[in-house]
């Protein structure tokens, strides 16, 4: 099945369904707000407020490509407040909340790849608070709405590091396995309310965020040792992120779907 297809069966069911998606800017969260638009969602699109003019434009150029609509919060998923205002925008400007995806993390300001025994408590506190407990805040701000949609959907995104544990980002590494943990503890909790949380675990992408943390070389030789030979892309992940969100994917719950390629089978 080609990518084109995979995409458009996907984005089945997802018409007026609302949207807030977390990490916008980036290149992979651009793409994921521009696919649900196109497949008919409502999105309320969040990333930090330096990247207020950025995301504002990224969700007009959304919206007007539709047909689903697209607005951009300011906030910062540590803060309280910034996620439920963010969650509230959502309900109060397209009466309600179906569907989230927590692609925001801490990975391009990483900095350069540094030994487990040279990072400091200071590195830990910042990647666990924003991979780990942002994404657990989200969830829970979130949580009430999606239950009275009664098909919830929440979608995590972590990394295929977890398994393979990439050195230089034992930080990275460890929270992105507890992202893991976290999704299987809120599908347990939230599953009789008919909201499913699952996780999109990516190989390493070929993106902005990834040159600069990345050699091109070890770009390539990530390319190359997958089943399928060629770098990852963006576009790559948007099927299985929007099926996930979607309501055809009502029964899977709880899971980690890999999407990288056959470099790390599970």
């Given amino acids: 099945m ?4 995979t995409t458009t069966a996907a984005t089945d069911g997802l018409t007026d369904r609302v949207v807030l998606l977390t990490g916008v800017t980036g290149d992979i969260g651009t793409r994921y707000l521009n696919a649900f638009t196109r497949a008919g969602a409502h999105v309320v699109a969040v990333d930090l407020p330096s990247c207020e003019s950025e995301g504002r434009r990224l969700a007009d150029e959304a919206g007007a490509t539709g047909p689903g609509r697209a607005v951009f919060v300011g906030g910062d998923i540590t803060d309280e407040a910034d996620v439920r205002r963010a969650v509230d925008e959502a309900v109060q400007r397209f009466g309600g909340l179906h569907s989230v995806v927590n692609n925001a993390a801490v990975y391009r300001t990483l900095g350069g790849k540094r030994a487990l025994t040279e990072l400091t408590a200071a590195d830990w506190d910042l990647v666990l608070r924003v991979n780990v407990v942002g994404t657990w805040q989200v969830i829970k701000a979130a949580a009430p709405h999606l239950a009275a949609s009664g098909d919830g959907r929440i979608v995590n995104i972590a990394s295929v590091v977890s398994r393979n544990g990439a050195p230089g980002f034992a930080h990275y590494v460890a929270s ?4 893991e943990g976290l999704t299987r503890a809120a599908a347990r909790e939230l599953g009789a309310d008919g909201t499913t949380v699952n996780t999109v675990s990516p190989g390493l992408v070929d993106d902005a965020a990834s040159r600069e943390l990345n050699t091109s070389d070890y770009l390539a030789t990530a390319a ?5 030979p060629r770098p990852m892309l963006p576009e790559d992940l948007v099927g299985a992120v929007l099926w996930l969100a979607g309501p055809a994917a009502g029964f899977v719950t709880g899971q980690t779907l890999v999407v990288d390629g056959g470099g790390v089978f599970v």
């Avoid at 992105?176 to 992202?179: E, L, M, P, S, T």
């Avoid at 190359?224 to 399928?228: K, L, P």
């Fill in 2 to 5: 080609t990518t084109t297809a």
């Fill in 176 to 179: 992105k396995a507890a992202v």
């Fill in 224 to 228: 190359g040792a997958r089943a399928i």
